[in-house]
């Protein structure tokens, strides 16, 4: 037992309930009578945050937007601490925007601060737009930069950075101004590009001043790609001006990848093609070409695990497919080559795999693949389904695409569906009919 002295004489010292009776009281407090914590105002905050990057302490300033009341606008913010340190040390408020989450604040960080840039030291924000690493930020600095300069600018521009030092910085930025002189002249900027001299930067350029034109005149587009060898870099403008193309005239675009060889170049097209119908998935455009030949390392993993696809055609083909393919994707991909290639009816093998989601995909593949060239085969498929396969599902998804490419034939097959009246009125609406 503890003890006190007390005059000289021990005695025993007092417990924590004797200790805790003989504390005086404490005066009661009502919690809704205690004064509140003040917040900081959005216009505290901002003055703070700037206070803190103009000092250097950035990573602080970043936090103390972060962690602003959730009535506060963190977004207007950063734009407004981006803006004010930006007058008078830019080379501070590009520091800030860099050190933001990457995303949409960050690039119109990124804008604001080029734009106050600008008009105050063009010297040094190319230096340190050039400098940049990594991306998307480096990007968004970049094309701020190039989104400042007028048409008469930009040949000047884009001939002063062909003609200095190489460096990441530098080709991307032309290749950014390339693109955005061809959406503004693009006979001229395609010219120009044709001049420069053969070699990896002239290829580079050619793609990008052409995929801006695609996004405009995939027509003229298509006359300049015609020039371009055989490859990954034309394949992909194919998708490009496709994409463009049959939002604009659906007929002459799949005209067009109709009457391309049945190979790597009508795949790229037709994946064009897809995405601007809204068709989900794109063909693998970087792989080679079926049949090309390839070592064992090329190959798919074991496949003894899938009885159910160990078809003759199907082995074939796998067999010089890349390699990584999950089971998937490669009856995915089969089904698009077969369909759009030089290969057998898929239709038939589709129905001989095992029901479940990946069936269910390749019958949605198959349908999407086939329609803008065949709608009437796909019609004609359609009807040999049971029901139970999903086959309305599979009516409409055909309906809504061929309503686009030929309405009058797309109504008359669908008014001989078994398709309820209801869903075929809807779908006639949609489509305008």
């Keep these: 037992m503890a003890v006190l002295l007390l005059g000289?004489?021990?005695?025993?010292?007092?417990?924590?309930?004797e200790l805790r009776r003989a504390a005086p009281e404490m005066p009661r407090v009502d919690p809704a009578l205690a004064p509140a914590v003040r917040q900081l105002s959005e216009a505290?905050?901002?003055?703070?945050?700037?206070?803190?990057?103009?000092?250097?302490?950035?990573r602080a300033a970043v936090r103390a937007i972060d962690e602003a009341e959730e009535s506060v606008s963190r977004?207007?913010?950063?734009?407004?601490?981006?803006?004010?340190?930006?007058?008078?040390a830019p080379a501070l408020a590009g520091t800030f925007a860099l050190a933001l989450a990457p995303g949409p604040t960050q690039q119109a960080c990124i804008e604001t601060l080029v734009r106050a840039w600008w008009p105050r030291d063009r010297v040094a924000l190319r230096s340190w737009a050039l400098g940049l690493p990594g991306e998307p930020a480096a990007t968004a600095a970049r094309q701020a930069w190039v989104n400042l300069l007028t048409p008469a600018d930009l040949p000047a521009f884009c001939a002063e950075l062909s003609s200095g030092s190489r460096g990441p910085g530098a080709d991307e930025t032309l290749a950014l101004a390339v693109a955005t002189w061809a959406g503004r002249a693009a006979p001229d900027a395609v010219a120009w590009v044709r001049g420069l001299p053969a070699g990896q930067l002239q290829g580079r350029l050619t793609s990008s001043a052409l995929f801006a034109v695609a996004q405009r005149?995939?027509?003229?587009?298509?006359?300049?790609?015609?020039?371009?060898?055989?490859?990954?870099?034309r394949w992909l403008l194919y998708t490009a001006i496709a994409q463009t193309w049959v939002a604009v005239d659906p007929t002459a675009a799949l005209a067009w990848a109709n009457r391309l060889?049945?190979?790597a170049g009508r795949e790229a097209a037709l994946a064009g093609i897809d995405t601007g119908f809204g068709v989900p998935g794109a063909r693998r455009l970087a792989a080679e070409p079926v049949g090309s030949a390839r070592g064992s390392g090329g190959r798919l993993a074991d496949r003894r695990d899938?009885?159910?696809?160990?078809?003759?055609?199907?082995s074939a083909w796998v067999a010089v497919q890349p390699a990584g393919m999950s089971r998937d994707e490669a009856v995915m991909e089969f089904v698009r080559q077969r369909v759009n290639g030089s290969g057998g009816d898929v239709g038939a093998w589709i129905t001989s795999l095992p029901g479940g989601p990946t069936r269910e995909r390749a019958l949605e593949v198959y349908v999407d693949s086939l329609m803008p060239r065949a709608p009437a085969a796909v019609a004609e498929w359609l009807r040999t389904?049971?029901?139970?396969?999903?086959?309305?599902?599979?009516?409409e998804r055909l309906a809504q695409r061929w309503l686009l490419l030929n309405p009058g034939a797309a109504e008359a097959w669908l008014r001989g569906t078994n398709l309820p009246p209801e869903r075929q009125e809807w779908l006639l609406r949609q489509a305008g009919r």
């Design 8 to 17: 000289g004489c021990l005695a025993p010292a007092p417990g924590l309930r």
């Design 44 to 58: 505290e905050v901002q003055r703070a945050a700037v206070a803190l990057v103009k000092s250097g302490r950035v």
């Design 75 to 88: 977004q207007r913010l950063r734009l407004a601490v981006t803006g004010e340190v930006a007058v008078e």
């Design 217 to 233: 005149e995939p027509v003229q587009a298509l006359a300049w790609v015609s020039a371009l060898p055989e490859g990954r870099e």
């Design 261 to 263: 060889a049945p190979e």
């Design 306 to 314: 899938w009885p159910e696809l160990q078809s003759p055609e199907f």
């Design 385 to 395: 389904l049971p029901v139970a396969e999903g086959r309305d599902r599979l009516v």
